[in-house]
């Protein structure tokens, strides 16, 4: 009897991932707009954050919405809005962090942690969602540096580590917007070690004559090249574009670039 219950489980958990997988495939034709629940987190437990979280809205999200659908338009995707954004309520049980050098199994595990604490802090929004993003602030005084913030295509789930303050506003839904892309298939375009873009992958704007400076940062690179060894954080999404090899991946482009 435990053994039938034990492959009853089993065929069951089978079936639940080939029918997310299938899920995620379809999302992917994009012919209807994905939904994407943004879950705010006081993720230090400062006052600063505490103080920032309730000022959020709807109208912040809209700004990210609004750039995907600009770029969306440039790459003469069909559907108008390929991302709607809606906030949240505030989670209070943090997540789990990934591992500092971990092990691929490491990795693994804390990734099935994850998507298990996801799972049950997901306070509903007006529309299930097909992606979920937790903010984590942290008050700038006392963290000037954050952690790399990390996002999932399997789950299609992130942890996206912000700044608590609205000086650095738009420079966070910058880092809202690259994490988004990468619950749907988009890879980084930058040299982990150095934070430089990768040419010509990471330019914006590969072709252009001379090279340096770029005008916009390439959004999976991050960063605007200034020249071979120097590069600048955009301000804001009005500073970024997302180039032909991000398009292709997240299935905007068949192939090619644009």
Do not use: C
């Amino acid at each position: 009897m435990w053994r039938k219950l034990r492959i009853l489980i089993l065929l069951f958990i089978l079936a639940t991932v080939a029918h997310r997988a299938w899920l995620e495939t379809h999302d992917l034709e994009w012919k209807d707009s994905l939904y994407v629940a943004v879950y705010p987190v006081n993720a230090d437990g400062s006052e600063a954050a505490s103080s920032h979280i309730p000022r959020l809205d709807s109208d912040q999200l809209q700004e990210i919405t609004d750039y995907l659908a600009e770029e969306a338009a440039r790459y003469d995707l069909a559907i108008r809005f390929p991302f709607q954004l809606r906030l949240g309520a505030e989670v209070d049980h943090p997540p789990p962090q990934p591992p500092k050098n971990g092990t691929v199994l490491q990795t693994m595990v804390w990734s099935l942690h994850f998507r298990w604490w996801a799972w049950r802090n997901s306070p509903p929004v007006s529309v299930p969602p097909s992606i979920k993003l937790y903010l984590l602030y942290y008050d700038p005084e006392q963290h000037p540096v954050l952690p790399h913030s990390t996002a999932l295509s399997k789950g299609r789930v992130g942890l996206v580590n912000l700044f608590a303050g609205e000086r650095q506003e738009k420079q966070n839904a910058v880092v809202v917007a690259h994490e988004l892309l990468h619950t749907v298939g988009a890879t980084d375009k930058y040299d982990l070690a150095s934070g430089l873009p990768h040419y010509p992958q990471g330019y914006a704007d590969p072709d252009k004559q001379p090279v340096y400076p770029q005008d916009y940062a390439e959004l999976m690179a991050g960063r605007i090249p200034l020249s071979s060894g120097r590069a600048a954080i955009p301000l804001s999404l009005a500073h970024t574009l997302i180039g032909g090899q991000t398009a292709a991946e997240i299935g905007w482009l068949q192939t090619g670039g644009k």
